[in-house]
Each structure stands twice: as C-alpha cells, then as structure tokens.
C-alpha cells in the first residue's frame, strides 16, 4: 500500500518506529505528570479555575470573537499565499530570464525575513499611511506577512517539486507536441502538486499557529483574547491549557482534511490507471516515444541521402 504523504516504512523500520514511540509516550506521560503536580501543588488547577470556562459571558466575548479572528487570518493567508507561491513558483520556472530572476529575488527575500518581522513593519506602514480603517490594520498586517513568508515558501515547493520530477516526464510531453506550458500544466504540475503535499500540510498548519504572533500588533486573536482571560480571572495555567486544546483540535481538522485529500488522489489515480488511459509517473514508458523518434530520423536521413544521390 502507498502513500501520497510519505513514504511506507518497512518492518524493521515500523518496528523502530514502535520503540521510539513508546519511548517517547513514556518521557511525555512522565513530563505532563510532573507539570500537572507542580500546577496542582500551587492551586493553579483548583476547580475554581476553570469555572470561566463553563460561563457564556466568558464564550461570547472572548472565546468565539477571538477563534473566529484566527480562524479569519488563517483562511485569508492561506488563500493568498497558494495564489502568490503559484505565481512566482511558476515564474522561478520560466524561461524568461528576466522574469525568472525577479521571482527568484522576491522568493529569496521574503523568506529570509523573520514573520515578526514583517508584520510590525506592515502594521506601521499601514497605520502611518491609513490604508485601512484603524480596526483592519492589524488583521492586514497578519494577513500580509503571512501571506508573503509562507507565498514564498509555496513558490519554492512548487519550483522544488517540479525540478525533482524526472527529465523523461517532460520530454515525453515535448515529444508528444506539447508546448512547454502545456506540458508544465497537464503533466508536470499535477505530479509536483502531489509529491509536495507533506510539505504543503505542514505550512498550512504553520500560518494557523503564526496567527498567533498577531497578538504583538494588538491583534485580537485567540491567544490575545485568552491572555486577557488569564489577567482577568486570574487563571493563566487554565487558559493556556484551553487554548492549547482549541489549536490542536483545528490542526487535527487540517490533517483530517489532508488525509481525505489525499485518499481523493489515489482513489483518482487507480480509477485512470484502470481504465487505461495513462500508467503511474514511476512507470512511464517512454521506448514507444523513442522508436518513432528513431524512425523520424532515419526518414531524415534517407531523404538527404537520396537527394545528394540525385
């Protein structure tokens, strides 16, 4: 059985993986333990604590306003950010030699900028200049630098993703009389989308968490409106447990989602390859490209010569 997320490990890998896993379960169920009693010996895990959290006053003005801000960023960063790693991961590929540096040079700065970074500045450039309304600078600010680490981030995965795909994949598209952007569309960039989708999970769950980051910019997030739960009622261990909670269920969604994609993918590929119409990627046969490129120019050939012959 494979898979479009990784790699199937063999027995003796699985069998590693098993030990390390049940280490590793040990070492974590002995650390939250000792945290727990720590908490606990210092009343931070009193029921009284977690009271707040059972009221609605503390749901609906802290709680739902905050997720629904987070929830808000992330969406409108991931969406910009595939659209700006489509873009300028498509021109890291061009052929225009111009268009290909300023991609690259866009690419490469953007991601050498710290996130942090990117939203302060972006917070000031708009609160200095008033492009937004006061109450949106800080959702733009989140948005932009998100949207420009993690677009550039994309862009690399996508060029990465392509330039590992074998020579052979785009010479038969060439052979076949594709152009180049035919074959980049209909051959190359399907495959590259599935080889980088670990990759691509992965980023999609880093802009949830750096939305997080937005509570320097005074944006009401999730673990701003929580910190102010944890000043407010004086529960701040409780809160961060909370709030912990809530990341980890959404990041689950996202691999949820990840999974049924790629069971969406495979399920396609064994429904094409049953009817016929083209093989998997890795088995590829090219001898019937070959032969008649052979035969072409042997057709060549015997035309010249018989024309010097005359």
Excluded: C
């Excluded at 991931?78 to 021109?91: D, E, N, R, T």
């Amino acid at each position: 059985m494979s898979s479009v997320l990784f790699d199937i490990p063999g027995p003796k890998a699985k069998a590693r993986h098993r030990i390390v896993a049940i280490v590793a379960a040990v070492l974590t169920i002995a650390a939250v333990g000792w945290m727990l009693a720590r908490f606990q010996a210092k009343g931070n895990l009193d029921a009284d604590k977690w009271t707040p959290f059972l009221t609605s006053e503390i749901w609906v003005n802290y709680l739902v306003p905050g997720l629904i801000n987070t929830i808000k960023a992330a969406v409108l960063s991931m969406i910009l950010a595939g659209l700006f790693g489509l873009v300028f991961g498509l021109g890291r590929l061009s052929d225009n030699r111009a268009i290909r540096a300023v991609s690259t040079v866009i690419v490469e700065f953007f991601r050498s900028v710290p996130v942090l970074v990117m939203m302060v500045a972006a917070f000031g450039l708009y609160s200095t200049n008033k492009v937004f309304v006061s109450d949106i600078n800080p959702l733009a600010a989140v948005v932009t630098a998100l949207t420009l680490y993690n677009g550039s981030v994309v862009a690399e995965l996508l060029r990465s993703g392509v330039g590992g795909l074998p020579k052979g994949q785009s010479e038969a598209g060439l052979a076949i009389g594709l152009t180049r952007s035919q074959t980049l569309r209909s051959i190359l960039l399907p495959q590259a989308i599935t080889a980088m989708l670990p990759a691509l999970v992965s980023q999609l769950v880093v802009i949830l968490k750096d939305t997080a980051l937005g509570a320097i910019i005074t944006f009401p997030e999730t673990l701003n409106t929580f910190s102010q739960i944890g000043s407010y009622k004086s529960n701040p261990v409780p809160a961060l447990i909370v709030i912990a909670l809530i990341f980890i269920a959404i990041n689950y969604v996202l691999t949820s989602l990840a999974s049924r994609v790629e069971a969406s993918l495979r399920d396609k590929g064994r429904a094409t390859i049953a009817k016929g119409t083209i093989g998997p990627p890795n088995a590829l046969d090219l001898q019937p490209v070959e032969e008649a490129l052979i035969l072409a120019d042997e057709k060549v050939l015997q035309k010249r010569y018989h024309s010097e012959g005359q």
